[in-house]
T-cell receptor, first 114, second 113 residues
């Protein structure tokens, strides 16, 4: 059981480049989400999804796009990277609307934009 | 002012001590999460609760809905408990047990042998 798999683990981009952070889960979770973690700021929700075809914005959505075409995958796209997007990114998933359903996190992606 | 406040920011304890980390929130939430982030960066969910108290091993989490306050207790602390502990709330205006989560900035715990 792989849980939540994030790739890549590390990435360096130049300003203006685009890339996609991948997130996949094999637990049939309806809920998937992306967070960024910055020093002194804590974790902040970027986007989330409660099922295939359904996405919504979190606290800091600007500069990021998501889609959810399957239950398993929830990629995060940076269309034109900026230095302000240098951060550690985490993906998480869980069952939706179930009592005691914990969040399962991926191992994170450390992104540097120069 | 952050909508989810944790205290203390940093905590150093001796092995065996009883530890309490506090979380207060100023918005309506439907669930409160406690997470643990290890020095290597991985994040693990410890508890999710919407009322009362939960216990898992040496960890106890409580929540007081009226006072908008939650606590995480660690009994008989051990150096392997050293980590950052994060509380997060699921905003009440969304259905389900997940949805729009807001986070505290974390409490860094160091347990000395």
């Amino acid at each position: 059981n792989a849980g939540v798999t994030q790739t890549p683990k590390f990435q360096v981009l130049k300003t203006g480049q685009s890339m996609t952070l991948q997130c996949a889960q094999d637990m049939n979770h309806e809920y998937m989400s992306w967070y960024r973690q910055d020093p002194g700021m804590g974790l902040r929700l970027i986007h989330y999804s409660v099922g295939a075809g359904i996405t919504d914005q979190g606290e800091v959505p600007n500069g990021y796009n998501v889609s959810r075409s399957t239950t398993e995958d929830f990629p995060l796209r940076l269309l034109s990277a900026a230095p302000s997007q240098t951060s550690v990114y985490f993906c998480a998933s869980s069952y939706w609307d179930r009592a005691n359903s914990p969040l399962h996190f991926g191992n994170g992606t450390r992104l540097t934009v120069t | 002012k952050n909508e989810v406040e944790q205290s203390p920011q940093n905590l150093t304890a001796q092995e065996g001590e009883f530890i309490t980390i506090n979380c207060s929130y100023s918005v309506g939430i439907s669930a409160l999460h406690w997470l643990q982030q290890h020095p290597g960066g991985g994040i693990v969910s410890l508890f999710m609760l919407s009322s009362g108290k939960k216990k898992h091993g040496r960890l106890i989490a409580t929540i007081n809905i009226q006072e908008k306050h939650s606590s995480l207790h660690i009994t008989a602390s051990h150096p392997r408990d050293s980590a950052v502990y994060i509380c997060a709330g699921t905003l009440m205006n969304y259905g389900g047990s997940q949805g729009n989560l807001i986070f505290g900035k974390g409490t860094k715990l160091s347990v000395k042998p």
